[in-house]
C-alpha cells in the first residue's frame, strides 16, 4: 500500500529534504542539478509577463531593457522558477532597476492584480484574471521560455511504489488548467452583490 503525504515548501527546501533522504520524490522546475539525483521531466508551464490594466505599461511589445525600467516582480532563488529565470535574465543582461520578491504564487498575484508592477506568471493559471480584465499580458521580445518540471529522485533508486507515484505523476501532470478558476472574485461581484 502506498501512502501519500505531500509536502508544499519552496523549491530549494524540497531539494534539501530529497537529499537528506527525508522524502521519497519532490516535483519541481529543473533548475537544479545534483550527480546523486535522477530527474525526470514531467511537464512544461507556459509563462507571460502580466500587469493590471491600470498599470502605465505601453501595449505594444516591449524591448527586455525597456521592461527592467518598470517594477518587477519575482520569485527569488529559493523557487526553482525563480532561479530558471534568474538565470535567464543573467544571460539576456537584464538588470532590474527596481523589483520585489515573493515565492508565493497567489501572492505574486495579488500584488500584480493590486497594480504594484509586472510579473511573469504562468498563463493558465491566470486564466480567470485575464478573462475578467484584472490582468493584462505584456508582450516582450524575447518572450520568456518555458520552465520544464521534473520529478527527482535518488539516482539508481526506483522502488515500485515510487515508481508507480511517478507513472502517475507523469500521466497527468497537467499545467494547463486555471487555479483556483471559480475563486476568484469578478469585477463585475463583490460579496454577490451586484457593483
Given at each position: 500500500?502506498?501512502?501519500?503525504?505531500?509536502e508544499v515548501e519552496t523549491s530549494q527546501t524540497l531539494l534539501q529534504r530529497l537529499?537528506?533522504?527525508?522524502?521519497?520524490?519532490?516535483?519541481v522546475p529543473d533548475a537544479f542539478r545534483d550527480p546523486r539525483l535522477d530527474a525526470i521531466p514531467v511537464g512544461q508551464v507556459t509563462n507571460a509577463w502580466m500587469c493590471s490594466p491600470s498599470l502605465t505599461v505601453p501595449k505594444r511589445k516591449l524591448?527586455?531593457?525597456?521592461?527592467a525600467q518598470l517594477t518587477v516582480l519575482t520569485q527569488d532563488e529559493r523557487s526553482g522558477s525563480g532561479l530558471v529565470y534568474r538565470k535567464w535574465f543573467d544571460d539576456q543582461g537584464v538588470?532590474?532597476?527596481?523589483?520585489?520578491?515573493?515565492?508565493?504564487?497567489?501572492a505574486l498575484l495579488g500584488l500584480t492584480v493590486s497594480g504594484l508592477g509586472i510579473s511573469y506568471l504562468p498563463k493558465a493559471a491566470a486564466t480567470p484574471l485575464l478573462e475578467s480584465g484584472q490582468l493584462r499580458i505584456v508582450a516582450t521580445n524575447p518572450g520568456l521560455p518555458?520552465?520544464?518540471y521534473v520529478a527527482m529522485i535518488q539516482r539508481g533508486q526506483m522502488p515500485?511504489?515510487?515508481?508507480?507515484?511517478?507513472t502517475?505523476?507523469?500521466?497527468?501532470?497537467d499545467f494547463s488548467i486555471p487555479i483556483y478558476s471559480d475563486a476568484w472574485v469578478s469585477k463585475k461581484?463583490?460579496?454577490g452583490h451586484q457593483v
Open positions: 500500500m502506498i501512502e501519500l503525504e505531500p537529499q537528506q533522504g527525508r522524502i521519497d520524490m519532490i516535483i524591448a527586455l531593457e525597456e521592461l538588470v532590474f532597476s527596481r523589483s520585489f520578491s515573493s515565492n508565493s504564487l497567489i518555458p520552465v520544464t515500485a511504489d515510487v515508481n508507480a507515484i511517478l502517475n505523476v507523469r500521466s497527468c501532470c461581484t463583490r460579496r
